[in-house]
């Protein structure tokens, strides 16, 4: 049972920076996809960016492109997205999930944003600019 669990939010100032950190337990074997969400009150779960923790790729929503950068520390075991000229569109809950990706007609695994295919989630970490 894969548990994860979010820190580094808090409030900035519109234009400051931001790294949020997850701590990733309790597996055998890696998730293959690792990735950051977001929520906003009255808003639906957004994706934000996700690693393949196999090969490093990385993929991007386009509110976050050039703003936001996701990393893994796999021997702390730990996930990272450094945040950047945040603006007060960013304020909202943050998550991070782990989840097994996509399989392609072809056989092919892939990782995307989609809320569905993670099937582990932390208890988010608040995140507020003003």
């Known amino acids: 049972h894969v548990q994860l669990v979010e820190s580094g939010g808090g409030s900035v100032q519109t234009g400051g920076s931001l790294r949020l950190a997850c701590t990733v337990s309790?597996?055998?074997?890696?998730?293959?996809?690792m990735g950051w969400f977001r929520q906003a009150p009255g808003k639906e779960r957004e994706g934000l960016a996700v690693?393949?923790?196999?090969?490093?790729?990385?993929y991007y929503g386009d509110p976050v492109k050039g703003r936001f950068i996701i990393s893994q520390d796999n021997a702390q075991n730990t996930l990272y997205l450094q945040m950047n000229s945040l603006e007060p569109e960013d304020t909202a809950m943050y998550y991070c999930?782990?989840?097994?990706?996509?399989?392609?007609?072809?056989?092919?695994?892939?990782?995307?944003?989609?809320?569905?295919?993670?099937?582990?989630w932390g208890q988010g970490t608040q995140v507020t600019v003003s």
């Open positions: 309790g597996y055998s074997v890696r998730s293959y996809c």
């Open positions: 999930a782990a989840g097994d990706g996509r399989t392609s007609i072809s056989n092919y695994r892939y990782c995307d944003l989609a809320a569905v295919t993670f099937g582990s």
């Open positions: 690693v393949n923790t196999r090969s490093a790729d990385t």
